[in-house]
C-alpha cells in the first residue's frame, strides 16, 4: 500500500512538473514592444488597439511591453523583443542613439517590425529634420499631403500569395482614413502587398498620388518588415479584414507562421 502511494505521489509530480513545464513554454512563446501615441488625434485608435492586442497575446500566448516615448529605445532594449510594434507614432522626436539602435535591430534579422499609418509621417516636422534612412526604409518617399475630412476607400490585394495577406478577401472596404499621399509611389522600391482604388473614395477627393500602395514589405532587409498604411480610425478594430492583416503581419514578422 505504501509503495503505491508513493508510485502515485511520483506520478501526480511528474504530471504537475510537465504541466508547469507547458505553461511557462506557452507564456514565452515571444516578446513584443508596442511604440505608441498616448495623446493627439491617434488616441481613440491606441485605446482601441491596446485591448485588441492584449487579447492576441493571451489567444496566441505571447507578451506585450509598451512603451510612449523612444528615449528608453537602444541596442539592450531592442535585443529583448522579437518584434517591435510601431503603433502610430512618427518617424521624428527620436534620439540618435534610438535611431541607430532602431536601424540595427532592422538589419540584424534577429527581431521584426510592423508599422502602422503615423510611421510615414516623413518630412521636416516639429523643428525635425527629416530621417532619411527611415525615408529609403519605407521605399524612398516623403509625406506630401492627406485628407483631413476622410473617405472610405476600396484596398485591393495585390500579392495574395504572401503569408501577410493569408484569409484576406481579394478586397474590402476601409470605412474612414485620411489616405496619406507621398512624392511618389514607394513601388519600385518595395514589395507591395496591397493598394488603395482611388477611383472608390466617397466622398471624391482631389486628393489622390495614382499609384497608391497602403500595404508593402522592404524585402532589401533581413528583419522581416511590414508597413500598413490603415490606422486612424478605432472602427478599424471591427472590420475582419483589417484585423486579420495586422494578426498576420505580427507573426509574420516574428517568423511565426
Not at 503505491?4 to 505553461?23: E, G, H, K, N, P
Not at 523612444?70 to 510601431?86: A, D, G, R, S, W
Not at 540584424?108 to 525615408?135: C, I, N, Q, R
Amino acid at each position: 500500500m505504501k509503495n503505491s502511494i508513493v508510485f502515485i505521489i511520483l506520478i501526480l509530480s511528474c504530471f504537475f512538473q510537465l504541466d508547469c513545464t507547458a505553461q511557462k513554454q506557452k507564456k514565452s512563446r515571444f516578446k513584443a514592444l508596442v511604440l505608441y501615441e498616448n495623446g493627439g488625434h491617434h488616441l481613440p485608435f491606441t485605446k482601441a488597439a491596446k485591448p485588441w492586442l492584449n487579447k492576441l497575446t493571451i489567444d496566441s500566448s505571447f507578451t506585450i511591453d509598451y512603451i510612449e516615448s523612444t528615449k528608453t529605445i537602444n541596442e539592450t532594449l531592442l535585443k529583448q523583443y522579437q518584434v517591435f510594434i510601431q503603433l502610430d507614432y512618427p518617424p521624428y522626436t527620436w534620439s540618435e542613439e534610438s535611431m541607430q539602435a532602431f536601424q540595427k535591430y532592422m538589419n540584424s534579422g534577429k527581431g521584426g517590425w510592423v508599422g502602422l499609418h503615423h510611421a510615414t509621417l516623413l518630412g521636416e516636422f516639429d523643428e525635425y529634420p527629416m530621417w532619411k534612412w527611415f525615408s529609403d526604409f519605407m521605399g524612398g518617399i516623403r509625406f506630401v499631403n492627406y485628407i483631413p475630412d476622410f473617405a472610405s476607400g476600396k484596398v485591393n490585394i495585390e500579392d495574395k500569395s504572401h503569408p501577410v495577406t493569408k484569409g484576406i478577401p481579394s478586397d474590402f472596404i476601409i470605412q474612414k482614413e485620411e489616405w496619406y499621399t507621398y512624392d511618389k509611389s514607394p513601388r519600385p522600391n518595395v514589395h507591395v502587398l496591397a493598394s488603395v482604388d482611388e477611383s472608390t473614395y466617397e466622398p471624391d477627393s482631389k486628393i489622390k498620388m495614382g499609384d497608391h500602395p497602403v500595404v508593402w514589405t522592404n524585402d532589401h532587409f533581413a528583419s522581416r518588415n511590414v508597413y500598413i498604411f490603415m490606422g486612424h480610425a478605432p472602427e478599424l478594430f471591427e472590420n475582419e479584414a483589417y484585423t486579420t492583416l495586422l494578426r498576420n503581419s505580427i507573426f509574420w514578422a516574428v517568423k511565426r507562421n
